[in-house]
């Protein structure tokens, strides 16, 4: 089975601080993805990569940013936190066929920045 | 722009009741639709998808069909369970899109009492 894992179930964070979301998944897909899920919102694309070293903006991408150094790996990064970045966010991954792959979901990290 | 509406909820259900998740989208020329659920705690997983017009797609006990007449996908089960109580998502991938960035309804919250 495919597994996505994420480095923090439950995070709490202060304003300013420099926050890092690890996700990491374990069946050599090509594309990745974070989210950010809010309630009545569904879920907004923040950044994606389709490989190694690639990013790419997604709908959010502001106050974020991203790094893809291994294949298996996909970090997000909030620079400086804000309350407005309290948030449920999610990392995804598909294999990247271009054939309407399933996205493979991690358990999410609910982020509180006080 | 591509889109996806779906019903508001939460909607709550007696156990063995027949359920219907209206979704409807936008979107150019013929997308690939999906149904994604999260059960409590954890992320979103695919439920179905059907990938051209007429399609059905099914699992678990769900099934919904690709209708472009009607730009539709509603989701539907016979007799739900108490183990169905969940958060669905209807989701469409446009046309000609590279990297499955696949875009998602604000989901509904489907409450199954015994």
């Known amino acids: 089975d495919v597994k996505v894992t994420q480095s923090s179930r439950y995070l709490v964070k202060r304003t300013g601080e420099k926050v890092f979301l690890e996700c990491v998944q374990d069946?050599?897909?090509?594309?990745m993805f974070w989210y950010r899920q809010d309630p009545g919102l569904g879920l907004r694309l923040i950044y994606f990569s389709y490989d190694v070293k690639m990013k790419e903006k997604g709908d959010i991408p502001e106050g974020y940013s991203v790094s893809r150094e291994k294949k298996e790996r996909f970090s997000l990064i909030l620079e400086s936190a804000s309350t407005n970045q309290t948030s449920m966010y999610l990392c995804?991954?598909?294999f990247g066929s271009g054939g309407a792959d399933t996205q493979y979901f991690g358990p999410g990290t609910r982020l509180t920045v006080l | 722009g591509n889109s996806v509406t779906q019903m508001e909820g939460p909607v709550t259900l007696s156990e063995e009741a027949f359920l219907t998740i209206n979704c409807t989208y936008t979107a150019t020329g013929y997308p690939s639709l999906f149904w994604y659920v999260q059960y409590p705690g954890e992320g979103l997983q695919l439920l179905l998808k059907?990938?051209?017009?007429?399609d059905k797609g099914s699992n678990k006990g769900f099934e919904a069909t690709y209708r472009k007449e009607t730009t539709s996908f509603h989701l539907e089960k016979g007799s739900v369970q108490v183990s169905d109580s969940a958060v669905y998502f209807c989701a469409l991938l446009p046309m000609k899109t590279s990297y499955d960035k696949v875009i998602f309804g604000p989901g509904t919250s489907l409450s199954v009492i015994p």
């Open positions: 059907a990938t051209k017009a007429d």
């Open positions: 069946m050599d897909h090509e594309n």
């Open positions: 995804a991954s598909s």
